[in-house]
């Protein structure tokens, strides 16, 4: 019952590199999101999904791109990393449609970036 | 601006006595309110949740209140547990994006 994976669990990356953090899951979920989790702040919302084929921005979205080609795979992309991407990175993932109003969110285990 | 906030970053609470969790919330169309919890290292798990049409919802030990006019929702744990010890997030279902607080620390003491 492997729920909302997420891949890999710690990274380092220096200023400018780009990385590619990858979310999966298999609960046939519609819907999947990404956030960051910082001090104070919070869980803030990137980017997020209803669809295969159907992406839309969250509230900071800046610095970040996802594509969803599968139901099962959100990939959230840094092309030029930057020291304020340092966060905890948590998928996300919900059943989405007529029957499912406000089910709640399954989150992965996250992953820790540290951009120097 | 956060829509959502939670006043008080951490909370120390005796076992066997009440935690109470307050969070706010300014805008008043929102009608679905969730609270979740995190273990360190793990990321959050859906602890309990209430409609805007009812003021009050109970599971085992959680119940979460909703003062509408006051915007205003809490969350209580009776009687509080070494396993309580967590972060607990409050969340508003926005047309189906969740935005969460800032998250309360609770520390639950022998």
């Known amino acids: 019952n492997a729920g909302v994976t997420q891949t890999p669990k710690f990274q380092v990356l220096k200023t400018g590199q780009s990385m590619t953090l990858q979310c999966a899951q298999d609960?046939?979920?519609?819907?999947m999101s990404w956030y960051r989790q910082d001090p104070g702040m919070g869980l803030r919302l990137i980017h997020y999904?209803?669809?295969?084929?159907?992406?839309d921005q969250g509230e900071v979205p800046n610095g970040y791109n996802v594509s969803r080609s599968t139901t099962e795979d959100f990939p959230l992309r840094l092309l030029s990393a930057a020291p304020s991407q340092t966060s905890v990175y948590f998928c996300?993932?919900?059943?989405?449609?007529?029957?499912?109003?406000?089910?709640?969110?399954?989150f992965g285990n996250g992953t820790r970036l540290t951009v120097t | 601006d956060q829509q959502v906030k939670q006043n008080s970053p951490s909370l120390s609470v005796q076992e066997g006595r009440i935690s109470i969790l307050n969070c706010d919330y300014t805008?008043?169309?929102?009608?679905?309110f969730l609270w979740y919890k995190k273990y360190p290292a793990e990321g959050p798990t859906f602890l309990i949740s209430i409609s805007s049409i009812k003021d009050k919802n109970e599971d085992g030990r959680f119940t979460v209140f909703l003062n509408k006019s006051a915007k205003h929702l809490s969350l209580h744990i009776v009687p509080s547990q070494p396993g309580d010890s967590a972060v607990y997030f409050c969340a508003v279902d926005s047309w189906g994006k969740l935005q969460f607080g800032a998250g309360t620390q609770v520390v639950v003491t022998p």
């Open positions: 609960m046939n979920h519609e819907y």
């Open positions: 996300a993932s919900r059943r989405q449609g007529v029957g499912s109003y406000n089910s709640p969110l399954h």
């Open positions: 999904s209803v669809g295969a084929g159907i992406t």
């Open positions: 805008n008043s169309m929102f009608d679905y």
